[in-house]
C-alpha cells in the first residue's frame, strides 16, 4: 500500500533526496552541500568586484587571463565544504570563513598576475 503525501511529508521535512527511505549516514554531513554553494557564490561574488572597482579595464584583463581565474573555481567550493564540515554546520561563521578565504585568494590572484 502506498503512503500518502501527508505521511511522506512528515517522514521527510527538510531532506533533499529522492529516495523516502533514505537516512543519513553519521560520517555524511548534509551541510557539505551548502558550503559548496557558498564557496560558488562567493566566487562570482568575488569575480564581479574587480569589474565593479575598475570597470572595462579590469573585464578585458580577467578576459585575457581566465585560466587562473577558472583554476580557482573548485579550489573555492572545496573550500566551502572544508570550512563547513570542519565548523560543524554553523552557517553564520563558514559563511565568513568562506567569504574571506575566497575574496581574500581571488584578490591574491588578481594582485600577482596584474603586477600591483
Do not use: H
Not at 5 to 32: G, H, N, W
Not at 70 to 92: D, F, N, Q, T, W
Request: with cysteine; hydrophobic share 60%; glycine share 8%.
Amino acid at each position: 500500500m502506498m503512503p500518502n503525501v501527508t505521511e511522506i511529508k512528515r517522514a521527510i521535512p527538510f531532506k533533499f533526496s529522492l529516495a523516502l527511505d533514505r537516512k543519513f549516514r553519521r560520517d555524511e554531513p548534509p551541510y557539505a552541500l551548502w558550503g559548496g554553494i557558498a564557496g560558488f557564490v562567493f566566487y562570482w561574488l568575488a569575480f564581479a568586484v574587480p569589474i565593479l572597482q575598475f570597470g572595462a579595464n579590469a573585464l578585458f584583463f580577467l578576459l585575457y587571463t581566465w585560466p587562473f581565474f577558472l583554476a580557482l573555481l573548485p579550489v573555492c567550493v572545496l573550500m566551502g565544504v572544508i570550512y563547513s564540515v570542519l565548523l560543524g554546520g554553523r552557517v553564520c561563521l563558514s559563511l565568513l570563513a568562506t567569504g574571506l578565504s575566497v575574496f581574500s585568494l581571488f584578490w591574491l590572484v588578481f594582485i600577482f598576475l596584474s603586477g600591483w
